[in-house]
């Protein structure tokens, strides 16, 4: 069989909803905006298009960061967890979970120079604090109980990898526009909250991690 090569671009690039790109790779988030990254969010759909309704990542992040509202800090970072999916796209985690180790590092080193990058758009410190990371991960996994509970039909298998059950507010997948509007008006809410240092609830963090038991 013949060897097919391929040439590698002498800056790999991804191009941006707007007028901009992003160089695949850095940490230097060039001249792309809140309201781009927004959009893309709102245009990626979860499960790979599984669902009986297409559930955006924008609104899935609204809701990961509602279950956050510990602070807007704790908060916000749970708005931003998913964000690096506008360059690497929506990997289901099945799909991640049968990745040979070199190729989920390197997929995980362009996950987090997008983070960085992305990041600095927003005006949010990277890296995520560890505490918050694991707070933001066990509430990714209680939204996707509740998604799995309310956007997917029934599976012939168990979803084995879910380590808790669903939250008590239903979901109801919303269109694009929609949920491009619903980001950025959390978005604006935090930031808002957060310059003005108020609290957003009395939840406590043992109230996050045992919701979705």
Not at 5 to 30: C, L, R, V
Request: aromatic share 8%.
């Amino acid at each position: 069989m013949t060897e097919i090569k391929f040439e590698k671009p002498a800056s790999p690039y991804w191009m941006q909803y707007g007028s901009t790109h992003y160089e695949i790779g850095s940490a230097d988030p060039g001249k792309i905006t809140v309201e781009e990254v927004a959009h893309a969010l709102a245009h990626l759909n979860r499960y790979t298009g599984h669902a009986r309704t297409p559930i955006s990542v924008a609104q899935h992040s609204v809701f990961v960061s509602k279950l956050l509202d510990l602070d807007t800090r704790t908060a916000l970072y749970g708005l931003l967890h998913d964000v690096h999916e506008t360059v690497v796209s929506d990997v289901n985690w099945p799909m991640k979970k049968s990745m040979p180790p070199a190729v989920r590092d390197w997929y995980e080193h362009i996950a987090e120079r997008a983070d960085e990058a992305l990041f600095k758009v927003f005006g949010v410190e990277w890296p995520v604090p560890p505490d918050i990371a694991a707070l933001i991960k066990k509430a990714d996994w209680v939204a996707s109980a509740t998604e799995k509970r309310d956007v997917m039909r029934s599976c012939d298998r168990e979803w084995e990898m879910l380590p808790c059950g669903p939250h008590h507010t239903v979901i109801t997948p919303v269109p694009a526009r929609a949920a491009r509007e619903m980001f950025l008006t959390r978005y604006r809410e935090l930031i808002a909250m957060n310059f003005k240092g108020k609290a957003m609830s009395k939840l406590t963090r043992q109230d996050i991690v045992e919701d979705g038991d």
